[in-house]
């Protein structure tokens, strides 16, 4: 199958990029920089230099594909507008390209669960509830979801929670934090969370974009196992340090002191002219009560199931980290 991929040598792209080439699929990459497409995936690789503003390079990448996977997007910017003009108009541009070229492409877009908001404690988000996103990312993300939706396209939205594993940048901040002798929890650590593991996302996009069952649905893809914030980052703990023989403990930060932290790093940030996730616009998603989510429609409908729990997939992270230098 012809396959084109944004956002291929991402943390996501690049574990869906390899699983793809598995299944023996010719894939098509849009990439800024050939130089690092080369060095995150490896040969064998089509490759078209552009970006999603790039509107000659998407027409171009488009064309002759089956099935395009939409992973490309930012989780920081400076602005709503920035988030806006990245998750939204970058979304625009990709379906534009596809109507274009004939409009039969199946596509699948990698939006986030904070483009569906979060859920009620102890009720797992599945799909169907009505969207409520509280941070200016998660309304980015359901912006993009709404062009894809308001499209002639067959398409198909997975909103994964939150993402770990080998080449992730993101929840290697917990691991960094995990090493000292205690680790920060936002609020009073019973926060609910569920998550998937990179490799088997990977998996979960390719069951959804190839079942037909799938087409014009929501899914959110992840391990049905739920976990407090605190255990998480006690779970880390354990994964950085297995010799450590206890529990690592916790520093609990209430919603004042966190804002307070949030908004000193986003302003930091601001002035020099950068873009951070860590803002006080960012406590709106660490208080929420629950960011949990169902995986049983995307089974019913695909047969995926996500391979690796919390206990196996921390561990080979850590591993993973230690061996490139990054712990």
């Not at 939409?70 to 920081?76: E, P």
């Not at 939150?162 to 934090?177: A, H, I, N, S």
């Not at 880390?236 to 010799?243: C, T, Y």
Request: charged fraction near 20%.
């Amino acid at each position: 199958m012809n396959v084109l991929v944004t956002g291929a040598t991402g943390f996501v792209g690049s574990h869906l990029v390899a699983a793809l080439r598995r299944r023996g699929d010719t894939v098509t990459a849009l990439v800024r920089s050939p130089a690092k497409a080369s060095r995150v995936l490896g040969e064998g690789i089509r490759l078209v230099v552009g970006d999603l503003d790039a509107l000659d390079a998407i027409d171009q990448a488009v064309q002759g594909q089956q099935l395009v996977f939409h992973v490309a997007g930012v989780i920081a910017a400076r602005s709503e507008a920035d988030f806006l003009h990245a998750n939204r108009d970058g979304t625009v541009h990709l379906i534009e390209a596809l109507a274009k070229a004939g409009g039969k492409a199946r596509l699948v877009l990698v939006s986030s669960m904070a483009a569906g908001g979060p859920a009620a404690r102890g009720r797992p988000l599945d799909g169907t509830a009505p969207a409520r996103p509280v941070t200016q990312y998660g309304r980015s993300k359901l912006a993009g979801e709404e062009a894809v939706k308001a499209s002639t396209l067959p398409w198909t939205v997975l909103r994964p929670p939150m993402v770990y594993g080998p080449r992730d940048t993101e929840v290697l901040k917990v691991f960094k934090l995990a090493r000292g002798p205690v680790a920060p929890v936002f609020g009073d650590g019973s926060q609910e969370l569920s998550a998937v593991y990179g490799p088997d996302l990977a998996e979960a996009l390719i069951a959804a974009g190839t079942s037909e069952q799938a087409v014009r649905q929501i899914y959110y893809p992840c391990h049905p196992e739920i976990f407090s914030s605190q255990s998480f980052v006690e779970a880390v703990g354990r994964a950085v340090r297995p010799d450590r023989g206890r529990t690592i403990p916790v520093l609990h930060l209430p919603l004042g002191l966190a804002r307070g932290l949030l908004r000193l790093t986003g302003t930091a940030a601001a002035l020099a002219r950068k873009a951070t996730v860590l803002t006080a616009d960012k406590a709106n998603e660490f208080f929420e009560s629950a960011w949990t989510s169902d995986p049983a429609p995307l089974t019913r409908d695909t047969g995926w199931k996500a391979a690796t729990s919390l206990a196996e997939g921390l561990p080979l992270t850590a591993e993973w980290y230690r061996k490139q230098g990054w712990l």
